[in-house]
């Protein structure tokens, strides 16, 4: 799926009137001839910070890239291209875009609550750190672990190396705690569990639905069975 709001816009020269004066030249130059102006109009909102918010917007459907929600979602996109780990074809911020961003089951409000989340709100706790790394020692280095890390990180403006330290459970497939906690082999599993965890992470600090928006059910449970099956409403 294309990316909303990042199309160039196409300069148009004015007709010029059937019965028009002849102009001198210099005149003509400097009417269409200003470099600032031409290519302030055929870059993006991220290309170029002048340009006013209605000519840029960030996914017009959500709001103006000025607003508070445009500015809270220019800020996640421009974290998430720090990250360029492919997972099943999908980069952190395609996956991202398609799955949360252009979803329209996600509300606008949970994308604002979701840049509020705070570390503390995410941690896994030291007892689940232990078990994991017990199971899993690598972890963290699992290309899976940096994908969900970069993804997440970028959502909430959290440092990513501090969320790493605090969570090395994201991107493991199943649970600390039970006997299914492992590193998914097959990369749509990998994708699958990174998705997952990303929403019911959120859901477990306090962004109510958002299981819901993205996989049709809002159980932590459920949701899991739907994702690893290959559902979702994205």
Not at 37 to 63: D, I
Not at 205 to 227: D, F, Q, Y
Request: charged share 20%.
């Amino acid at each position: 799926m294309d990316p909303i709001g990042r199309r160039p816009v196409a300069l148009q020269t004015p007709p010029q009137p059937a019965k028009a004066e002849p102009r001198p030249a210099a005149n003509t130059v400097q009417t269409l001839s200003n470099p600032q102006t031409v290519g302030h109009t055929q870059k993006s909102g991220f290309e170029a910070p002048g340009v006013k918010a209605a000519q840029a917007p960030v996914g017009t459907w959500r709001a103006p890239a000025d607003s508070e929600l445009g500015k809270v979602i220019n800020g996640m996109l421009e974290r998430l291209k720090q990250c360029d780990i492919k997972i099943k074809g999908d980069t952190p911020e395609s996956l991202f875009r398609r799955a949360i961003l252009d979803n329209k089951h996600v509300t606008n409000e949970q994308l604002l609550a979701i840049s509020k989340v705070s570390l503390e709100q995410l941690d896994s706790g030291p007892e689940t750190r232990q078990k994991v790394l017990a199971k899993v020692p690598n972890a963290r280095e699992l290309p899976v672990h940096k994908f969900t890390v970069a993804m997440l990180s970028a959502a909430t403006g959290i440092d990513a190396q501090k969320l790493s330290e605090a969570c090395p459970d994201l991107g493991l497939t199943g649970a600390p705690g039970t006997p299914l906690l492992y590193a998914a082999k097959t990369e749509r599993m990998q994708r699958s569990t990174a998705l997952h965890d990303f929403t019911d992470y959120l859901r477990g600090a306090g962004i109510k639905g958002l299981n819901k928006a993205v996989w049709g059910v809002e159980n932590r449970v459920l949701s899991a069975a739907v994702s690893a099956l290959g559902g979702g409403r994205y």
